[in-house]
C-alpha cells in the first residue's frame, strides 16, 4: 500500500465487513477442499476472525488518512448505492476532469445478480487449481445470520478487535 501511494496513483479500495470477509472466504477456500479435508463454517470463521479484523482495521488506518485513497464499504455499494457512485466520481473527478457519468447504466452493469449471471452465461471464472462453483456467490451482507445463532455470533464478536466496531458497530451482526 504505501508503495502504491508513493507513485504517482490514487487508489479506491473497498472493504468488507470481517464476518462477511470470513464466510466467503470459507466458501471460496474450504469448499474447493475433499469433503473429508473441510473444516465446519463455525470453526473456520472463529480461526479467521481475528486477523481478518486486524488486516481491515490496519489497512483503513494506514489508508485513510492519504488523500490517494478512498476507502468505500461494500455495505454501502450494495445498501447506499447512489452515493457511493458519487463519492467515487467526485474522488476521480478532482484528479482527472471527467462527464457526468450515468449513473443508471453503471447500476445496471454493475449490479450482482447481473454479474452472476453473466458468470453463469459465460463459464464460471476460473480461480486457482479448482473452482467448483460461482466464483460470485451470493453478494450478501450480514451472512452471519444465515449461518450462526445469535449465541455463536457474539462468541465470534468477542474475539474480534474492539476497534473493528468503530467500521461496523456490534449491533449490525444480531439485528
Known amino acids: ?33 475433499e469433503q473429508c479435508e473441510q473444516r465446519n463454517i463455525f470453526d473456520y470463521v472463529k480461526q479467521n ?26 455495505e454501502d455499494l450494495i445498501t447506499n448505492i447512489d452515493n457511493s457512485l458519487v463519492k467515487i466520481y467526485n474522488f476521480i473527478n478532482k484528479y482527472n476532469r471527467l462527464p457526468t457519468p450515468k449513473y443508471e447504466l453503471i447500476k445496471q452493469k454493475i449490479n450482482f445478480k447481473v454479474v452472476q449471471q453473466e458468470e453463469k452465461k459465460n463459464g464460471i471464472y476460473k480461480v486457482g487449481r479448482i473452482q467448483k462453483s460461482l466464483f460470485h456467490r451470493s453478494g450478501k451482507i450480514g451472512q452471519s445470520k444465515e449461518h450462526f ?18 467500521l461496523y458497530p456490534s449491533n449490525l451482526y444480531i439485528s
Open 49 to 74: 476472525i481475528k486477523r481478518i479484523s486486524e488486516k481491515t482495521i490496519d489497512f483503513y488506518q494506514r489508508s485513510v488518512s492519504n488523500n490517494k485513497c478512498l476507502i468505500v464499504k461494500f
Open 149 to 166: 445463532s445469535k449465541k455463536k455470533i457474539n462468541q465470534l464478536l468477542a474475539l474480534t478487535p474492539k476497534e473493528i466496531f468503530k
Open 1 to 33: 500500500l504505501e508503495y502504491l501511494l508513493s507513485i504517482n496513483t490514487r487508489l479506491i479500495c473497498v472493504i468488507r465487513n470481517p464476518l462477511d470477509v470470513c464466510i466467503s472466504m470459507y466458501f471460496f477456500y474450504e469448499m474447493r477442499k
